[in-house]
């Protein structure tokens, strides 16, 4: 630490003579002033050093000591050395402390000295608290367990949380203070009134803020805890809440425990206030796993718009391209094992062209034979269907495979205490919604586009323009296969990878495309979103099963009272 | 009269052959089975009884199918729903004849109940231990989902394609449904560990061949039906329909009452199918209502040769004999095979099978 110090304060210096070198009048005498500065630096770095080494070497035997008065086998007196170990500014302690909490510290019976074990196949690797030494391992019965109860197990708990509050790392700091929510002491609470006048980070000043206010409601007078409620009102954390709840208990007679009204008022508006929030956020909570949900489906079922509703191709394989897709991510992945988070973006446009290759030699080499029989293209695609899901079992593994998450998609966005969004499933929305617009400007801005539309419109008309169809035809299956590649890269962050994802986006996709009414994208798009938010919001008080079942009959019905889907083609080509 | 009957046999040879064909099986294999000594070349072993049993229940199904694909242009995926829901029901009563044998040894609940802890047997079970009853839900369950699902879907001009997507939603919805346990029929084991039926035991050769006997007989009686159905007026319409159904509704026929008629009647032969199938496989459970499945004997259909009914008791048959043959010898090439059955049928043999040995016959003539 002390040569820390040092070091920060001969960067600083180091700094200083940048700044000064525009004049060379200046340089002379900023040279002396540096020299004499640095020595003035060195000086007082030796006294905070030996300062620090004193303090150390006393500290080393008092933590020595603390460390082997854990043997003893009165709990008072573990108690007197965790409080011992736990006041001595040293950064082994909590290694200690919380190795003593995980019932992972033993002292040997041979020579009584304190380990630290970690059981690696039926025996014990040790370690030794005080220098971390590895000591080799050793059967279960030359150790003895240094046991705890129920109060130490809760003093330790409070003392780790007491040592990361001064935790460098925000995140530690944060974690800490949420855990000693609802039990701080005297002492701590004015540890944390120290603490929280000096935090720079907002969010760990609020939950300390928060911690404060909860054990100002337990133990101040009735005018602090009157601010303590107002201060906690909207408090999403369950602490909290359980906390606001005891107030408002009653006891068997039925009168209220807590005799201040107005307290209890306050404390009631507040869980009012509380739950009323709660409800907005599991509003939104479903609001979002619900687009995600239809991201999913809108990924799966925007190449099937391409391929049937603009093409008018009944395409089963469509799901396989899908697994395709999935499978090259994979392929990718193992490719390159040491970019992970590189790797998803290569997969993009690697599963664009895998899939889209596929496509076009299912268009060329199958559908071409098979137009204007669209009952006849759904077979011979299902066979497609069956040999791609067969090769995938053969050269790959009928298994499922492992597909990673790269770092930027793990981890979850939190918005408060009960509230977060998970990365991945962001990510994939936002993603489905860049494939949708890139889509979208394709059919409409593009050459290609211009001659998908003509083709699908009126095909001898459009070969008489001079376009050549089959070309077009096999272009467009190829998009609309390269997508569902796309598809494929985003679900395999999402889903297991194997053989048979395919077939379960298949009858989904066919759903939503038909629903959103065929031949136009944007109906595809409010159709996949509000079948997935249909499905999450249905979902909590009838299960998952039964909620894809209800949304599977709900369109079952809505086709038939609308054959043609929400947003039908109107004019001629409508009518077949 | 006789001269009628005459006229009516001689003009569909395809059929009266295989009819001879199933009157023929239906007395031979029992008798080589039950009679001729196992020691003998000739005796059929009970397992294969089984398994020719199986293959014409899965005919009778193909002949449900073609009946309203081949003739009226409805290409159902989830004709493999009614098969289910029939064999349910016929599981349902066997079920209920395990009565005490079970592993808890319950008279009145099954196995699974007593296992998920239901203390009485769901409303909807009751019935099932008389086999008149089931035998009649066999044909009202799917019936009755063939005439709402047809009613709703014909009267709003629901064809083609959407009509098969939909109908593969159905099967789809109902797999998810009889997966759940919820539901009271076993969840993902389905019914299964069947004692006897009509109180005979359903592992001997006896009712094996008896079973037998009775899909070959109910698969020739449901030929006979679907043929006159086909040759009356009725029919015609039907076929009118296939070809031109706009033209159909201008002439004043309504379509949609004749296509519902034969999707019910389609619907119930699967549902027989599926009860026959039961008893003899010994199982039934969710995966019966895949959509694969009910894809797949749509391919079986294609194969024999649709429009024809003969064919798609062949292709039914051909393709399950190859695909218990093939899964023994290489059991990975299956589905390769099957994959390419479907491509190169539907590009190649838009007729099946029935269409090249009549090429041939047009050939010779």
């Known amino acids: ?576 | 009269m006789v001269k009628l009957l005459q006229q009516y046999f001689q003009r569909d040879r395809g059929g009266n052959s295989m009819l001879g064909i199933l009157l023929f099986i239906s007395v031979m294999v029992p008798v080589l089975n039950l009679v001729v000594p196992e020691s003998s070349v000739f005796h059929v072993s009970t397992y294969t009884v089984t398994l020719i049993g199986k293959y014409l229940t899965f005919a009778l199904l193909a002949l449900a199918v073609d009946l309203i694909w081949g003739y009226c242009g409805i290409m159902s995926l989830g004709h493999g729903a009614f098969f289910a829901l029939g064999g349910y029901a016929m599981g349902m009563y066997l079920m209920r004849q395990i009565g005490d044998r079970g592993v808890y040894g319950n008279p009145e609940l099954p196995d699974f109940m007593v296992f998920l802890n239901w203390s009485e047997l769901p409303w909807y079970w009751s019935g099932f231990d008389m086999f008149w009853f089931a035998m009649l839900m066999v044909i009202v369950v799917p019936g009755l989902l063939a005439f709402v699902f047809g009613w709703l879907a014909f009267r709003s001009r629901v064809t083609g394609v959407y009509l098969s997507i939909i109908t593969q939603a159905l099967t789809y919805a109902l797999m998810l449904a009889f997966f759940r346990n919820e539901m009271g029929f076993g969840g993902n084991n389905g019914l299964t560990d069947f004692k006897d039926i009509l109180g005979y035991s359903l592992q001997s050769d006896f009712t094996r061949a008896s079973l037998f006997a009775a899909s070959a007989i109910i698969l020739a009686l449901a030929y006979l039906l679907s043929r006159y159905i086909i040759n009356s007026k009725l029919g015609r319409v039907v076929v009118a329909i296939r070809d031109a159904e706009d033209r159909t509704r201008f002439i004043a026929y309504r379509v949609e009452y004749y296509k519902l008629w034969l999707f019910v009647v389609s619907a119930i032969l699967a549902g027989m199918a599926g009860a026959l199938y039961v008893p003899q496989v010994g199982i039934i459970n969710p995966g019966e209502f895949s959509p694969l499945n009910s894809i797949e004997l749509v391919i079986w259909v294609a194969i024999g040769g649709r429009g024809t009914l003969y064919g798609a008791v062949a292709g039914a048959v051909l393709v399950n004999f190859s695909k218990t043959w093939f899964t023994g010898i290489l059991p990975e090439g299956w589905i390769f095979a099957l994959g390419a059955l479907f491509v190169v049928v539907t590009i190649y043999l838009p007729r099946g099978l029935v269409g090249i040995m009549n090429r041939k016959q047009a050939a010779q003539t």
């Open chain 1, 1 to 576: 630490m002390a040569s820390g110090l040092i070091l920060l304060q001969g960067a600083c210096a180091k700094q200083e003579p940048k700044m000064n070198q525009s004049s060379a009048a200046n340089q002379i005498s900023s040279g002396i002033l540096y020299a004499s500065r640095a020595l003035l630096l060195l000086l007082t770095g030796l006294i905070v050093a030996w300062i620090f080494t004193s303090t150390a070497l006393a500290d080393e035997v008092g933590f020595e000591q603390a460390v082997q008065q854990l043997t003893t086998r009165k709990f008072r007196d573990k108690e007197k050395a965790v409080k011992q170990l736990a006041d001595i500014q040293d950064k082994r302690t909590l290694p200690v402390l919380q190795a003593l909490l995980d019932a992972r510290l033993y002292y040997r019976k041979s020579d009584k000295r304190v380990v630290i074990v970690v059981p690696i196949d039926g025996q014990y690797q040790l370690s030794d608290p005080l220098n971390g030494e590895q000591l080799g391992t050793a059967a279960k019965r030359q150790l003895k367990k240094i046991g705890i109860n129920n109060k130490l197990r809760k003093l330790l708990k409070a003392k780790l949380a007491s040592l990361s509050l001064e935790s460098p790392d925000v995140e530690v700091r944060l974690a800490a203070v949420e855990q000693m929510l609802g039990h701080l002491d005297e002492a701590q609470a004015d540890y944390i009134t120290r603490l929280a006048e000096q935090e720079q980070d907002e969010d760990v000043r609020d939950a300390m803020g928060s911690a404060l206010a909860l054990h100002q409601l337990e133990h101040g007078s009735d005018e602090q805890r009157l601010q303590a409620i107002s201060l906690l009102s909207g408090n999403l954390s369950q602490v909290v809440n359980n906390h606001l709840q005891a107030l408002l208990e009653k006891n068997e007679q039925g009168e209220f425990l807590e005799t201040n009204t107005t307290l209890r008022k306050a404390a009631s508006r507040a869980l009012d206030l509380i739950s009323s929030r709660l409800q907005i956020n599991s509003i939104i909570e479903t609001t979002f796993f619900g687009l995600s949900l239809g991201s999913v489906l809108l990924l799966a079922a925007i190449g099937l718009a391409i391929t049937f509703g603009v093409m008018g191709v009944i395409n089963m394989a469509h799901g396989e391209l899908i697994m395709l897709g999935a499978y090259t991510t994979y392929l990718v992945q193992s490719a390159m094992p040491n970019y992970t988070d590189l790797s998803l973006i290569v997969a993009v446009p690697a599963a664009f062209i895998v899939s889209g290759l596929f496509g076009i030699m299912i268009e060329r080499f199958v559908i071409r034979h098979l137009y204007g029989r669209p009952l006849e293209t759904l077979l011979a695609t299902f066979g497609v269907s069956l040999i791609l899901q067969q090769l995938v079992r053969t050269v790959i593994s009928a298994q499922n495979v492992a597909v990673s998450n790269p770092s930027w998609m793990s981890g979850s966005w939190q918005i408060n205490a009960a509230l977060s969004l998970t990365y991945n499933r962001l990510f994939i929305f936002i993603f489905a919604m860049v494939v949708f617009v890139a889509l979208l400007l394709i059919l409409k801005k593009t050459a290609l586009g211009l001659q998908v539309r003509a083709v699908s419109q009126n095909r001898p008309m459009a070969q008489a323009m001079g376009i050549r169809s089959g070309w077009v035809d096999a272009m467009t299956f190829g998009l609309g296969s390269g997508v569902a590649g796309i598809a494929g890269v985003a679900l395999s962050q999402l889903t297991n990878v194997g053989p048979n994802m395919g077939q379960a986006y298949i009858i989904d996709s066919f759903m939503v495309v038909v629903f959103g009414g065929v031949g136009n994208l944007w109906g595809t798009f409010v159709g996949a979103l509000s079948l997935g938010a249909a499905n999450k919001f249905i979902e909590p008080w009838s299960g998952a099963v039964l909620a894809k079942i209800i949304v599977l009959v709900f369109i079952i019905m809505f086709i038939q009272k609308y054959p043609r889907g929400l947003f039908p083609q109107k004019g001629r080509s409508a009518e077949n």
